[in-house]
T-cell receptor, first 115, second 112 residues
Framework: DVKVTQSSRYLVKRTGEKVFLECVQD?????MFWYRQDPGLGLRLIYF???????EKGDIPEGYSVSREKKERFSLILESASTNQTSMYLC??????????????FGPGTRLLVL | DAKTTQPNSMESNEEEPVHLPCNHS???????IHWYRQLPSQGPEYVIH???SNVNNRMASLAIAEDRKSSTLILHRATLRDAAVYYC?????????????FGTGTRLTIIP
């Protein structure tokens, strides 16, 4: 079974802190994604990566950065946390098969509260 | 991007079939119809997908209208563990790295 793990289920940080959210997948997937989920807004893509050291902005990248130094690990960084970044953060991964539809596998999510 | 429309919520009795509708009137010829669901306190999980023909797997069936402007996810015998938010998503097949665009989905409540 594909497993996507996230470093924390719950996290409380203060405004202005630098926050690291870690995601690890064990299926040798090329693609990894970070989404945030807010009530009434569904899931929104923050960043994704299709290879080591490669990254692409999603729909709402402002205030975030990412790092992918190893294939299995994709980190989301909040450089200076703000209260409007309080949210559920979901990591996902998928394999790369051009021309074929691939399933995305999600982690359990990290619920971040910024005070 | 083509959009989908789903009811905000539905209820069903346990052990009865559930039909979850999705409208996608602006679907293009290359869009696949995907369904994911999100159980409480978990990340979304894949349920099923299809292009034109009806599809079955161990979790559910997907019925696609002939004009592809709507589809229905069918849970044949709902259990309490099927209580979740169900998302209908359109997806172009070209690239494995394509993002998923989630709407707000349908919250399914199962009544014991």
């Amino acid at each position: 079974d594909v497993k996507v793990t996230q470093s924390s289920r719950y996290l409380v940080k203060r405004t202005g802190e630098k926050v690291f959210l870690e995601c690890v997948q064990d299926m040798d997937h090329e693609n990894m994604f970070w989404y945030r989920q807010d009530p009434g807004l569904g899931l929104r893509l923050i960043y994704f990566s299709y290879d080591v050291k490669m990254k692409e902005k999603g729909d709402i990248p402002e205030g975030y950065s990412v790092s992918r130094e190893k294939k299995e690990r994709f980190s989301l960084i909040l450089e200076s946390a703000s209260t409007n970044q309080t949210s559920m953060y979901l990591c996902a991964s998928s394999s790369e098969t051009s021309g074929r539809v691939e399933t995305q596998y999600f982690g359990p999510g990290t619920r971040l509260l910024v005070l | 991007d083509a959009k989908t429309t789903q009811p905000n919520s539905m209820e069903s009795n346990e052990e009865e079939p559930v039909h979850l509708p999705c409208n996608h009137s602006t679907i293009s010829g290359t869009d696949y119809i995907h369904w994911y669901r999100q159980l409480p306190s978990q990340g979304p999980e894949y349920v099923i997908h299809g292009l034109t023909s009806n599809v079955n797997n161990r979790m559910a069936s997907l019925a696609i209208a002939e004009d592809r402007k709507s589809s229905t996810l069918i849970l044949h015998r709902a259990t309490l563990r099927d209580a979740a938010v169900y998302y209908c998503i359109l997806r172009i097949s070209n690239f494995g790295n394509e993002k998923l665009t989630f709407g707000t989905g349908t919250r399914l409540t199962i009544i014991p």
